[in-house]
């Protein structure tokens, strides 16, 4: 007995050592304080037994263990421990379910493997039970619970929960079923529903029944589920198959679903996953052959097996010995002899009177050795239906309208899946093909099968239904003793289990009251002893450097929010001497005045008068810090803290807004200002409009840097679309003021209104609407409506204004195309500015030429308004615009030209014109004198000429060449021939030729062309020396009187000639010139005066362009020297002659 109680102690203190040295494991080590608790296991469950209940909550203790390793331990050890002993059941059920929602997967999955040995044992345990008693009872329910929440995890996303829920799913179908006699025979500790015994209040037989039957359904859907994974298949799969072993009346089901699987292979298995399926689904048709309650269906498995490739040998070696299934036919003989054959023998059942009565089963009819609840199933009915139909007729129609829809490659599926029939065409073989059509069909919701078996469960529900109403509770009758016969319900509530392990809550003790014990300090000795308090804080803080811990930030908050004053002060004070280090004391102080403005503090003991003010105590603290920072804080840490300042305290009072607005208002500042004022908006959503309208206000502020910087961020805001109404209308509310006579008195926040509109009053209204133009294209309307109404100064304020929006808006703007359109009665020159700004340095669109032209000829007829689009019109339009646009002012025709020849154009590639140089100035010579007169005509082509990089002496060839051959010639001909040869003198010799042809078209009989040519010649000698001799002597003679300067030097020209160069000169000329002809053989010899005279003077005629090109002639030297005496002498009678031309009437 001594070496037994020493024994039981040397076992106890070895157990105290392994849990203490469990508990001391550290980190790391999880595997050593697993194998500690693994002995401690072995001791006290399989050793010392009675040590169990001493070392229970202990071992309860580690489920909170941060490893999980752990934790699966002691879900195992509850499990050991139950099965041990069954008494502590009510210790430890509150546990397993607390574990049960464990956040570990693998936590979870131990716990269903746990509950499914316990649960045999808890049912286990109460039906052996002498007396049940409550706490049975609530254990049961507990275990109940757990039940269902292991059912609900069917559903779940991982798939080894499934897989377990799978397992747990097939041990309660069947333990909570009847064995029948083909059921294996029960071991020692196994347990059924037979075992159960009837007089259990809250355990009854029946509705567990019910309830595994749900549970089988529920897994048989499972099973048939289109999207299930290969792992829980096959667990489903072998589930379904061990629940046919132990209970026989689930057979035909389960075939069923086997059937229903092979013809439905879920499609989102893998084709390797396929293949292992149909291996499983074998093996387990194979292991259900075997069994003798399977022998009624083996012309269904055979089939079955033959098309996953079971060959007939293997299927007859897993055929039942032919004694065996004699044995069991004798058995179901002898047990009821008018049964048929192939019926299950039935298992004796204790039943009451009562429990027959409450059940009122029914028992099935046999039919042909299945019970007709199993044949007559959906599937089985339609199968019946469709083996008569499957004719040869009906199979050939079938397989050709299937063939037009057969894909061109074989599916990997049905590849994986294809067996070849063996015993294609037996009967056995078309009850099986009938079979695997029906388990489709049925799948699907249609078939015969399906209409009977919905008529039979709708009129049984009508049955049912008759039955509850016929089945009323009876009256009660009552008894002598003035009660009832019924029995009386309890009205106790069931007991709680709690948790083992943790500790439970002691007696409340008392707390220490300071308050009682000790007596209250006065006012002056109480601030006192606070301020030096204060004092030797903030001492430590600096002396320290590392700042003051959080712990002490917090007393110092709470002590100068309760009584301000001198505390305060050397808050503030500590606070500036390093800002940025210390602006975390700031904000906790803040955050503290800020609790108590809210009433979220509850004052300790009597409030000072301090505390009292406390209500204005926070906006103070705020602006006090808020302009220390700004007036005595570095820039560089002033702008830094600024922005923590506003957006970490709790809430932003008016005053501080006003600081934030001021802090905006300087242009050093107004960037960092206008950042905070944004993350305002984004991060305090409920003012966000209080502070939009502060970055809305500052868009009209006086400085304009200030107004630029805010329109800016409120065209970033407008972007965004959650403000873009407020925006925009703020805006025109500012650009509508300009139809005020004067401005507004709040413009420039000043005492007295403005007088009258300045510049720069009108630039304040007019810039976050110009900013947000291009953003909103249908604004530019507003503008148009404020322009019509406003004054002059005004106008040119927005003319000047216009063109970085308008540029922004882009000319393929519908909303600028429908101004132009729809234009405004007065708007007309804003509408023309816009178009300007546009086409300043890009070609118009097609678009705006089209509207333009159009409002031109129905509304605005002022030529100024095609100046714009001049580019896009057609070289007819522009032609006929021309007279009008010459008239205009000099500045706005140099404009015209500038547009017209590409001047203004940044990148001549994309510069179209619908005139050339030379068109535009051979139309200025032919415009019509009723139209224009000749001095504009003269201003415009001068213009022209100063264009030199547009007006080469090659485009002036082709000009006088061109104008030459018009008939009659222009007025401005010789004028423009005078100019190009000025510009040019290298065109010298063609100018020469123009003459000459001038003279052949009688140039005589245009007078101011004729005037025009002999100026010409004046200023050409002494090249057109040889001309004039090409005259006839009387227009020769005209010469001579207008310019008399020309006769000595054509004299003298002649006298210089040679015999024979005289005698092709006629006589008419001689003699106009007085020259005598030396030798008379020499008029003998001249035939034709004129064409000798043309031979002469075809040598001073060349090509201009061939004689710019030579850089060595004879003649380069005296032509500029002639032409830089002509210039000199030009202006006198260029003046003379074009004062005539003015006076003369066309």
């Keep these: 007995m001594d070496e037994e109680q020493s024994e039981q102690k040397s076992t106890h203190d070895r157990v105290v050592e392994l849990i203490n040295q469990a508990s001391l494991v550290s980190t790391g080590k999880d595997n050593l304080k697993v194998q500690y608790l693994k002995q401690v296991q072995e001791l006290i469950i399989y050793k010392e037994a009675d040590l169990l209940d001493n070392f229970l909550d202990e071992m309860l203790a580690f489920q909170n263990d941060r490893v999980a390793d752990v934790r699966r331990f002691v879900v195992g050890f509850i499990e050991e421990a139950c099965k041990k002993d069954p008494e502590v059941f009510p210790k430890v059920l509150a546990n397993l379910r607390m574990m049960f929602r464990d956040e570990q997967v693998a936590i979870q999955k131990r716990v269903i493997q746990a509950v499914t040995q316990l649960y045999k044992v808890a049912l286990r345990w ?34 080894g929960i499934r897989t377990h829920t799978i397992k747990f799913m097939e041990m309660l179908v069947i333990l909570q079923t009847y064995p029948d006699g083909d059921s294996p025979k029960k071991s020692e500790n196994d347990i059924a529903l037979d075992d159960v015994p009837l007089t259990l209040k809250f355990i009854k037989p029946r509705k567990l029944e019910e309830e595994a039957k749900q549970v089988f359904d529920a897994l048989v859907v499972f099973h048939g589920t289109p999207h299930i994974s290969s792992v829980n298949l096959m667990a489903c799969m072998q589930a379904l198959v061990l629940i046919a072993k132990h209970r026989a009346e689930f057979m035909s089901k389960v075939i069923q679903a086997l059937e229903s699987l092979h013809a439905n292979l879920p499609p989102t298995l893998a084709k390797s996953q396929v293949s292992s399926v149909r291996k499983h689904l074998k093996l387990q048709l194979l ?13 269904q498995t ?12 293997e299927i007859a070696r897993s055929m039942p010995k032919p004694e065996d299934v004699k044995k069991r036919q004798r058995l179901i ?12 023998p039935p298992v004796k059942k204790i039943r009451l009177e009562a429990e027959e009565e409450e059940e009122e089963k029914e028992e099935d009819e046999i039919v042909g050795g299945i019970p007709k609840s199993a044949t007559n199933t959906a599937i089985d009915i339609t199968a019946e239906d469709i083996v008569p139909r499957l004719n040869t007729v009906n199979v050939t129609d079938i397989v050709l309208v299937s063939m037009l829809s057969l894909p061109e490659i074989m599916p990997a599926h049905f590849q994986a899946s294809y067996t070849p029939i063996a015993v294609a065409g037996t009967d056995s073989q078309i009850k099986h093909l009938a079979r695997l059509i029906a388990t489709q069909m049925t799948a699907v919701g249609v078939g015969k099968g399906v209409e009977e078996i ?56 008392r707390q220490l009251n300071l308050a009682e014990i000790t007596r209250p300090l006065s006012e002056e000795d109480m601030e006192q002893m606070l301020v030096l308090t204060v004092r030797r804080i903030l001492k430590a803080g600096r002396t320290h450097g590392s700042g003051i811990p959080m712990v002490q930030v917090k007393i110092l908050a709470g002590l100068a929010t309760q009584f301000g004053g001198e505390i305060s002060a050397m808050l503030r004070d500590y606070i500036l001497e390093d800002p940025r280090q210390h602006v975390d004391v700031a904000l906790a102080w803040l955050y503290e005045e800020y609790a108590q403005l809210q009433g979220f503090l509850q004052a300790a003991g009597t409030q000072t008068p301090a505390e009292k003010k406390a209500s204005n105590s926070y906006g103070e603290s705020l602006n006090g810090l808020l302009m220390d920072v700004l007036h005595k804080c570095e820039p560089r840490e002033r702008d830094a803290l600024f922005a923590r300042f506003y957006l970490e305290i709790p809430s932003i009072t008016p005053d501080a807004l006003l600081i934030l607005k001021q802090y905006c208002s300087s242009e050093s500042t107004v960037g960092q200002g206008l950042s905070i004022l944004l993350s305002l908006v984004d991060y305090r959503p409920p003012q966000q409009m209080e502070y939009l309208q502060q970055v809305l206000e500052l868009t009209v502020a006086p400085n304009q840097e200030v107004r630029l910087q805010a329109a800016r961020l409120a065209k970033q805001l407008h972007e965004r679309g959650n403000f873009r109404s407020i925006i925009e209308d703020f805006a025109l509310t500012y650009l509508r003021y300009l139809l005020e006579p004067t401005p507004p008195r709040h413009l420039l926040h000043e005492p007295i209104a403005p007088s009258t509109w300045t510049e720069d009053y009108i630039k304040i209204c007019m810039q976050l609407y110009l900013s947000l133009l291009p953003v909103n294209n249908k604004l530019i309307h507003d503008l148009a409506i404020v322009y019509v109404g406003a004054d002059a100064e005004i106008k040119r304020t927005i003319f000047r204004g216009l063109e970085g929006p308008v540029k922004g808006m882009g000319m393929s703007s519908p909303e600028l195309l429908l101004l132009v359109e729809n234009c ?13 700004i546009l086409t300043d340095k890009t070609p118009p669109s097609s678009e705006l030429v089209a509207r333009v032209r159009d409002l031109y000829h129905k509304r605005v007829s002022d030529v100024r308004f095609l100046i714009p689009v001049l580019n896009g019109l057609s070289k007819k339009e522009v032609i006929a615009a021309l007279p009008k646009l010459i008239k205009l002012n000099p500045v706005v025709v140099k404009e015209v030209f500038n547009r017209l020849l590409g001047s203004n154009v940044e990148s001549s590639s994309n510069f179209t014109s619908p005139v050339t140089p030379a068109e535009l100035l051979i139309a200025l010579h032919n415009v019509d004198p009723s139209k224009c007169d000749v001095k504009t005509v003269i201003k415009a082509t001068s213009l022209c000429f100063a264009e030199k990089h547009v007006y080469t002496q090659e485009v002036l060839a082709v000009v006088m060449q061109q104008l030459m051959e018009q008939n009659p010639l222009p007025t401005l001909l010789m004028r423009t021939v005078i100019q190009s040869l000025t510009l040019y003198p290298r065109l010298i010799g063609f100018v020469m ?20 040519f002999i100026k010409c010649c004046q200023r050409t000698r002494p090249q057109s020396l040889q001309v004039l001799l090409q005259l006839p002597a009387e227009h020769l003679r005209n010469v001579f009187q207008v310019s008399p300067d020309l006769q000595e030097p054509l004299i003298q020209h002649v006298a210089s000639f040679t015999d024979h160069q005289k005698a092709h000169i006629p006589k008419s000329i001689l ?76």
């Design 126 to 159: 109460i039906c052996n039970a002498k007396a049940v008693d409550e706490l049975m009872e609530t254990s049961w329910e507990y275990i109940c619970g757990l039940k269902m929440e292991i059912l609900n995890l069917l559903e779940s996303d991982n798939d």
């Design 287 to 299: 292991m259900l052959i075997k069994l003798p309650a399977a022998v009624d269906f083996h012309s």
């Design 302 to 313: 055979s089939t079955l097996l033959t098309d996953l490739g079971a060959s007939s040998q």
């Design 333 to 344: 003989e002898e047990s009821s002899p008018g049964a048929p054959p192939g019926a299950a």
């Design 454 to 509: 919905a008529v039979k469960a709708q009129e049984k529900q009508i049955e049912d239904e008759k039955a509850e109403e016929a089945a009323q509770p009876k009256q009660s009758i009552q008894t002598i003793l003035g009660g009832t016969t019924t029995e009386k319900k309890k009205d106790q509530k069931s007991s709680v289990l709690y948790p083992t392990g943790f500790e439970s809550k002691g007696r409340r003790q």
């Design 824 to 836: 405004p009665k007065g708007a007309e020159t804003l509408v023309t500015r816009i178009i300007h």
């Design 993 to 1012: 030729n123009i003459l000459q042809r001038l003279i052949l078209k009688q140039v005589w009989k245009q007078k101011k062309v004729w005037e025009g």
């Design 1071 to 1146: 003699d106009l010139l007085q020259v005598n002809r030396n030798g008379s053989e020499l008029d003998r010899n001249v035939k034709s005066p004129k064409k000798t005279l043309r031979s002469a003077v075809k040598v001073e005629i060349k090509d201009p362009v061939k004689q710019a090109d030579r850089k060595t002639s004879p003649s380069t030297d005296s032509d500029e020297e002639v032409s830089r005496g002509s210039l000199r002498s030009y202006g006198s009678v260029d003046d003379k002659w074009q004062e005539t031309e003015g006076s003369e009437e066309p």
